[in-house]
Nanobody
Framework: QAQLVESGGGSVQAGGSLRLSCEAS????????MGWFRQSTGKQREGVAG????????????SVTGRFTLSQANADNADNRVVYLEMNSLEFEETGIYSC???????????????????????WGQGTPVTVSL
């Protein structure tokens, strides 16, 4: 069964940085796309960034463009695929639970239109908390 495990969350002052990791195992089937989502108190889960692990295409929410960066390791290893989210210049409002998600059989043009939508993904991790203090 597919499994996603996030790590790297924690507490940081506004303007600081964190690097989140998502380790995905047994996500098989064609190309795999992975996304990061944030859920803050009282808000709906929102897409932060997404990556097509096959061709390396990345997508970002407007609010994080230029500050957050996705990277990956072991893109071809279905048993240990890792995606990193480097977050810089964090803002207080970006406090929340960060979860990663994955979808196999992912085609580039299809994903580009819906990377930010929760229904795009088949598998989810438990999330890692990020607290940004003023």
């Amino acid at each position: 069964q597919a499994q996603l495990v996030e790590s790297g969350g924690g507490s940081v002052q506004a303007g600081g940085s964190l690097r989140l990791s998502c380790e995905a195992s047994r996500v098989t089937g064609g190309s795999v796309c992975m996304g990061w989502f944030r859920q803050s108190t009282g808000k709906q889960r929102e897409g932060v960034a997404g990556i097509h692990t096959g061709d390396g295409s990345t997508y970002y929410a407007d609010s994080v463009t230029g500050r957050f960066t996705l990277s990956q390791a072991n893109a071809d290893n279905a048993d240990n695929r890792v995606v990193y989210l480097e977050m810089n210049s964090l803002e207080f409002e970006e406090t929340g639970i960060y979860s990663c998600a994955a979808v196999p059989w992912c085609h580039g043009s299809w994903y580009a239109r819906r990377w930010f939508d929760v229904v795009t993904y088949d598998y989810w991790g438990q999330g890692t908390p990020v607290t940004v203090s003023l």
